[in-house]
Structures are given as C-alpha cells and as structure tokens.
C-alpha cells in the first residue's frame, strides 16, 4: 500500500505514503508544503496507519520521517484559527494524544527519522517515539509559547524525554535546540550529518531486527507500564516479567548459546 488518505486541500497528493524493506516499514509525512502539520486528515491518516501496522507481523520496525524541509511543524494553525470552539479543539488535542498512545501501544519500536525542523507538536511526535535519529540540520523546539500557547500536550512526552528544567527552557522560551543539545538532553539517540541518516537508521534498525521479536514487543510494553508506577509496583511487575521471559524456549536458548559461545538459533526456539 503506497498511499493511506489524500490531503483535502490537494485530493491528488497522499497524505502519507508508505515503503517497506524487508521487515522495516518507512512511513512518511506528506505535506510538504504545509510543513507536515498535523491537521485533521494527517492525524486521522497516522492512526489508521498506526492501527493496521500493529496487526501487521511482516512489519518489526517502523520508521517514521517526513518529505520536505521539515519533519514536523506541529498542528495546522490555520485549521485551528477557522474553527474557534472549546469542543472542537478538545476533540482535535484528544485525537492528537490518542495518536502519541498509539505509538506508545505498538508492538513494534518506532525509530523518528528527523532530517529538518520538530516544532510544538511536531517536537512531541519525536518525543512520543521510541527512539530518534537526527541529522545535523534537525531542530527542536516547543514554541507555542511564541503565539500565546503554552505547549501543554508536547510538555507530556517532552518531561518523559528530557530533564526538568531543560525542558521548562523549552516550554518557556519557545527557542530552538539544534540537534546535538537535543541528544545531550536525550530527545534524540543519535545524530549524524543529513546524507548519513538513512544508513544510521538502517543500523539500529537491523540491530532490533536481530533479536527475536516477540521479547522486544514484551519488553516495549513493561519499559512504559513500569514507567508511570511507583518503584516498588515497578519492580514487583520486572520481577514477574524476567522470571516467565527466562522460561520461555527463546531465552533458554540465548543462555545456551551465551554458555556455548555461540550465536543463538532463535528460528530454533520458535521466537
């Protein structure tokens, strides 16, 4: 599938468009005119295709980037300024978490392919994934602040990512980050020059697509339920989840192979 909806101000431009290698999916936002602001359709196209990569088995790594000079310059402004209603903006800032939970769910780890600017919700996009790789040219900011908007929802994922006072930095000045003080402060993982991304994406990808699938979609789940708990709930729940992950076949196997100095066969223990 090349395409998931069109964009209403242009029907004949897809809003996303879609290329799988193997078992890594390239998802990519298509409004390169608009900045790859998050409108009504964009989400609307992100969930749908978030709901049908996650009962897809052929896919074990999604990465998620951006045609244009930008990957993300938040919500579409001009969306929101022509509809001026409480229940509307609840609903519209709803469906954009609903969106960030999605990502959060999927069994797959997402991997943010950031080549240009991440702004307000664009910058929580980034921080709503799993991982991120930045080129060189990335930059970040929460800048509603500039127009009069606290970034309240960015703030969410934004104070997961980041320590708390760079983040009231972000939040307060709207200023820009540029991509190597985004991975200081552990918005990003890694950051390479522009015609490198795609190869340092491809390597952390492959060294996911290396371990067996079902303990990486396992252990995503317990990383985020743990998370929000309380040590001693936290450690209650790892504690529960090392011992039935250490007898399934998949961990016995790795044990044996680690002991036997060998690589371990896990089309053998049925991963």
């Not at 994934?129 to 500039?146: M, W, Y």
Request: proline share 5%; charged share 20%.
């Amino acid at each position: 599938m090349n395409a998931i909806i069109a964009d209403s101000s242009s029907p004949a431009t897809p809003l996303l468009a879609r290329t799988q290698v193997g078992a890594v999916l390239h998802l990519t936002l298509n409004r390169p005119q608009q900045y790859n602001a998050l409108s009504e359709e964009m989400l609307a196209a992100l969930r749908q295709a978030l709901a049908d990569i996650a009962g897809d088995a052929s896919v074990r790594v999604l990465v998620l980037g951006a045609a244009g000079k930008a990957f993300c310059a938040g919500h579409d402004l001009r969306q929101i300024r022509s509809n001026p209603r409480p229940d509307y903006y609840r609903w519209l800032f709803a469906e954009c978490a609903q969106l960030m939970g999605q990502i959060r769910a999927l069994p797959q780890p997402v991997i943010a392919r950031v080549h240009g600017i991440a702004t307000a919700g664009g910058c929580q996009l980034v921080a709503s994934c799993d991982l991120a790789v930045a080129a060189t040219s990335a930059r970040f900011a929460t800048s509603g602040i500039n127009i009069g908007l606290f970034c309240a929802t960015p703030a969410v994922p934004l104070t997961r990512n980041v320590g708390q006072k760079p983040a009231f930095e972000m939040l307060f000045t709207g200023d820009f980050i540029d991509a190597d003080i985004a991975r200081e402060r552990g918005l990003v993982n890694r950051v390479v020059p522009l015609e490198r991304l795609d190869e340092e994406i491809g390597l952390l990808a492959n060294s996911i697509l290396a371990k067996p699938a079902h303990v990486v979609a396992a252990g995503k789940e317990l990383f985020y339920r743990q998370q929000e708990m309380g040590i001693d709930a936290a450690y209650q729940l790892a504690v529960q989840a090392m011992a039935c992950n250490l007898l399934e076949p998949v961990a016995q196997e790795g044990i044996d192979a680690f002991l036997g100095k060998r690589k371990p066969n896990w089309a053998a223990s049925n991963q």
